[in-house]
């Protein structure tokens, strides 16, 4: 069933989106590098690398620079017109092609590259590996502000990702696996969509029951959010 939604709304995607995905095409080619596409691989369904694809928004040797692969606000890395295309999200919509090909859902836990794989507990792996990745899901609508967070949070941001941020993805990974359903599944598509219209939109308050963060990142949520957790 999922499946078949997921080609539905990958072919709808791709029909009214498409004009903005040909003008990003034609601006990337004129600007910046002059690369269109960034392909990476990331870790899919049953622990199998595959391509993923997004418009190129950062300088092709940015994995190699100072910051890695994790990017915080304002990263020097980020191209002009790449800042304008991560913050509208459509810099992801080329991964349309890739739940085309059956890489990914819409729904699911967000693909990783392997070393960020590698920092999730081998049941949290188990768990997602089963699942298989998605283009969007509660991880996402959580960390939608990650970038925020990595600036915010005040200590080095690589080891505040891959100590505090990545271990709490994990935990909301195993929390859609454990409560997968067609329902699940059209709210997040919902909210994600809602979220990008209303960056101030508390996507949180539609979710019960979700794990409870650690004290550095619940630090970093507001106290509404906050709220959310201690009524859990």
Known sequence: MIRLLDIFFAVLGLLVLGIFMIGATVINLCTGEHKVLYKQNRVGKDGKDFKLYKFATMLE????????????VNDPRVLPFGRFLRRTKVNELPQLLNIMKGDMSFVGPRPQTRPHYSLYTPEQQRIIDATGPGLTGVGSLFFRNEEQMLVDCGSDPIRFHDEVVTPYKGDLEVWYAENKSVGLYFKIIYLTAASIINRHLNTLSYFRGL????PALMALLTPEQQGLFKRN
């Open 211 to 214: 794990p409870t963060p650690p």
């Open 61 to 72: 040797n940015s994995p190699n620079m100072s910051g890695g692969l994790v990017t915080a």
